[in-house]
């Protein structure tokens, strides 16, 4: 029985250890004309998704009404997939899919995960401008 476990064990721990590169961080995943824009000081949102989160689902039409309108016609957003952009979530410490992160002057102002109010949402957007 002891030696069962130690097997499975063994097992379990050499799938975890192949995984681990996966899950490190070396810094080397970049969202294309990310560091650009913040660079410019120009207005800037990431917006974490999966296809398969409800909620990601519900903000992205509220967000692309909302940066078609003419006071946000700045701001500079940005998509990353969270199922995919493992050292993107790492490096912007995000947990979970739905997260909105805006930057203003190149520095984040703040972050909300999981909102669909569309006022709310609003008021996020705005605090980059």
């Known amino acids: 029985m002891q030696r069962r476990h130690f097997l499975m064990l ?3 721990a050499g799938t975890v250890a192949a995984a681990w590169p996966a899950l490190a961080h070396n810094g080397d995943e970049t969202i294309p004309g990310f560091d650009e824009a913040l660079k410019a000081g120009v207005p800037v949102m990431v917006h974490i998704t999966a296809p398969w989160c409800e909620t990601c689902q519900a ?4 967000v692309a009404a909302l940066l078609a309108s003419p006071d946000f016609k700045n701001m ?3 998509d990353v997939d969270f199922d995919t952009q493992k050292e993107i979530l790492a490096r912007y410490r995000v947990q979970m899919q739905s997260t909105m992160i805006v930057f203003k002057g190149g520095k984040e ?3 909300q ?3 669909t ?5 609003e008021a996020l957007l705005r605090e980059a401008l």
Not at 59 to 62: A, F, G, S
Not at 117 to 121: G, K, Y
């Open 109 to 111: 102002v703040d972050r």
């Open 76 to 78: 500079k957003k940005f």
């Open 59 to 62: 903000q992205k039409p509220i």
């Open 117 to 121: 109010d569309p006022a709310v949402i």
């Open 10 to 12: 063994s097992a379990a």
């Open 113 to 115: 995960t999981g909102q």
